[in-house]
Every structure is written in structure tokens, then in C-alpha cells.
């Protein structure tokens, strides 16, 4: 497994060498801290034709609002090397804040996509995807994969993706890939680090009361503004602060038509705040 983390230069010219060689390029963006939700990406990456899988492991600043984690975000390097090779993966990137953010440039570009990033996550944390989207294009950039793929844990975050990549002809397939969950439901992410282990508990709800409302709309019971609404009153009544529960459509997270309601085209998404945790999870219908 080759290591790149500080010369940009040498990682190119590796990447092209495996395109040279006729190697599909598979690509996966991550903040580290890996679990297998993380690993799952890399393993669907093989599954979909790539031949040499790079991964790259950066908390990204930007993405960060001034009151969140990104000092407390858990860095474990070693141990995320470690799976990363035993998974297999044939190149980690891992650069210092300098060398995607280099001080010399004085003034920095925005990516920007209004309509779509201020809403769902996007209204509690201004920014973010503004943050997302300039550290993917300079991934995107910088090593220049067939494939890049990403978990459907963040649904909003892969269609703002999407959305770039058709905007801006990047030259890349985006693959989703499905959430990956504890045996009880709960959504694996760095961020359940930080839960005690009776919130931990707790927050097995947030999925069960996705499946629950799932469940609810099967029926065909047409209220669906009503059914949500008494789950966020339920969930906020037993101490989760819920910040969204809503029904989206999948393709371009338009908020949904009752009129229009048909399954398997739509998608329920949550951000609830447990403590001082926020999470999020989604089902699609
Ligand atoms: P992060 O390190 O949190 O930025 O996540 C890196 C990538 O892993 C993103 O594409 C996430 O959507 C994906 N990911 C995070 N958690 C999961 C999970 N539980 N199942 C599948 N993919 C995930």
C-alpha cells in the first residue's frame, strides 16, 4: 500500500502509471476514524470493476462550522492504516491542511449550489457543504479516479456530488453505497464515538423510527405530513432533539407531493441531536 501525504506531484504520476497499465481508477473520500462503513466502500469499489482502490483520509476544515468538532473529530491513523491495508486498498492519501489549503493562496473559490445545500443539513450547518464540495473537486483533481463512490448515510451530501460532477463535466462514475448498520439499526459513524453508552442505546430509535414511519406511509395512509409529525413530537417527547424528519424525493431532494406519492421514489431523512451528538440516518422508500 503506497502512502502519499505530502508531495502531490508523485501521487499523480503513480495514478497514472495504473491508468497507463490499463487500471480502472476507484476512488473513496474520507475523514478516517475508519469503521465498516468505510471498508464497505472500498469493497464496493472492487465489486464495480475498479482495479486499484485509493482512499483518501483528511478531516477536512472547511466542512467544520465554527462551533463543531473538527478539533474533537478522533484522528486514528494508524489504526486506519492498518485497515487499509488488510483491506487490500493500493494508495492512502493523507495530506496536512497546508497542502489542500496552501497559505500562499490568499483567496479561495467557493463552490456554491443554493438552493440545494441550505436545506436539510445545510440549515443548521451553514457552510458545510460549501466545504464538502471544494474538498472533493480538489480530491477529484488531484487523483483523477474512474470511480468514486460514496455512503448513502450522507444522501444530501451525494446528491450535491452529483449535481457538481454533472455541472462541471467532471470526468468520474459516482457510485452509492448502502448504509452500513450495527445489528441493532444504529448507523455506523465516527460521531457514535462520542455517545455514552445509555445514548449509544437510545439512539437505536433513530432507525427504528425510520422504519416505523416507513411503515406507516406502506399503509397508504395519505397523511403523511401528520404521521411525521407525531414521530418528531414522539421522538422529542422520550429527549432527542429532532432538527428535520421529512420525505424527499430521491432524485433531486425535492420536498415531497402528496399527490405524487409513489414508493421506491422517495427517501426519509433525519438529523436528531442526542446531547451534544449530532446524527443523522435515512431510508429510502
Ligand atoms: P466520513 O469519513 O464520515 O466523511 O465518511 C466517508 C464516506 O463514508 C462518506 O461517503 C460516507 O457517506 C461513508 N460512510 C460513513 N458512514 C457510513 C456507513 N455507516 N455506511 C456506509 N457508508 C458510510
Redesign the pocket.
Known sequence: MQIFSDNINTLRAQISKWKEDGNTIGF???????????L??VRNLKKNGAKKIAVS?FV?PRQFGLSEDFHQYPRTLKNDMALLEKEGVDLVFCPEVNLIYPSHINSEIIIDNPKLMNDLCGRKRPGHFNGVLLVVNKLFNILQPDIA???????Q??ILIKNMVENLFIEVDLIL?????ESNGL?????NNYLSYENKIMATEIYASLVKVKDKLDKKNDDITQIIQLEVDRLNSIGFKVEYLELRNLDNLEVCNKAEFEKKKYILLIAIKLGDTRLIDNLIL
Open positions: 473513496a473520500p474520507t475523514m478516517g476514524n475508519l469503521h465498516d462503513g468505510h464497505s466502500l483520509i477536512n463512490i460514496f455512503g448513502q448515510k450522507d444522501y451530501q451525494f453505497s448502502p448504509i452500513i448498520r448507523a455506523l459513524s465516527s460521531r
